[in-house]
């Protein structure tokens, strides 16, 4: 079964993007909210939930806007990508995610994704 894609927002206050960027970017920044552990190896990045491992390829990289990563035991359509973009007019930081979800597991997944921003907000002092 196709999975469904998924696009949130997330308001990260008046967050610069010299803070959050390396939070996406960065093994150690992700290791803070994201996942236990992380390990690069490359292009590739090896999240730990639990000591259980999950591997993402990183496709692309624009530093202070955005990565996409794709897990490698999915199909290659499917990717997760967080986006930094600031609105010019209130100064407002938004963190923009797009994930997959297997159909009728939409708000599961929108529910994890807003804990884990969350988990990072703390991180970042944004709350």
């Known amino acids: 079964m196709e999975k469904v894609r998924i696009a949130m927002e997330f308001d990260m206050k008046s967050a610069p993007v010299s803070l959050l960027w390396p939070y996406i970017s960065t093994a150690n920044g992700l290791q803070q909210w994201f996942a236990d552990k992380v390990d690069v190896i490359g292009k590739d990045y ?21 990565v996409r990563f794709h897990w490698t035991d999915e199909d290659p359509k499917v990717y997760f990508e967080m986006r930094i973009a600031v609105n010019e007019l209130t100064d407002s930081t938004v963190l923009a995610v797009i994930d997959y979800a297997e159909p009728g597991d939409e708000d599961d997944t929108r529910d994890l994704w807003a804990s884990q921003v969350d988990a990072l907000r703390r991180v970042i002092g944004c709350l």
């Open 46 to 66: 090896e999240f730990q939930w639990n000591q259980v491992p999950q591997t993402a390829h990183l496709l692309s990289h624009r530093a202070g806007s955005h």
